[in-house]
Nanobody
Framework: QVQLVESGGGLVQAGGSLRLSCAASGTPFSPNSMGWYRQAPGKQREPVAVFTSAGTTNYTDSVKGRFTIFRDNPKNTMSLQMNSLKPEDTAVYYC??????????????WGQGTQVTVSS
């Protein structure tokens, strides 16, 4: 059974930095895609930084130049380095992995979520 464990997050002042990490276990496969999403109070969950199945790396416009996503495929781990944080970055952050399930299908898995709070 695939499990995702997130770490990092917390409270930081505006302009500060945080690093989130996510480790996936329970599968012998490499992920088709992986990424970080966030959900602020009263808002829908949105993608922040994603390694797509097409091999591209996409960032939402509001974090470009400030956030960087890293991956270590053999270990199925992923990190998100967040610099120059702003109060509007406050949200619960979730990691997401998509792994092959059968020859014709894949499954999406979510981490438990970690709170990031940026004070002004």
């Amino acid at each position: 059974q695939v499990q995702l464990v997130e770490s990092g997050g917390g409270l930081v002042q505006a302009g500060g930095s945080l690093r989130l990490s996510c480790a996936a276990s329970g599968t012998p496969f490499s992920p088709n895609s992986m990424g970080w999403y966030r959900q602020a109070p009263g808002k829908q969950r949105e993608p922040v930084a994603v390694f797509t199945s097409a091999g591209t790396t996409n960032y939402t416009d509001s974090v470009k130049g400030r956030f960087t996503i890293f991956r270590d495929n053999p270990k199925n781990t992923m990190s998100l380095q967040m610099n120059s944080l702003k109060p509007e970055d406050t949200a619960v952050y979730y990691c997401n992995f998509q792994f092959p399930h059968t020859s014709f299908s894949s499954r999406v898995y979510w981490g438990q979520g970690t709170q990031v709070t940026v004070s002004s």
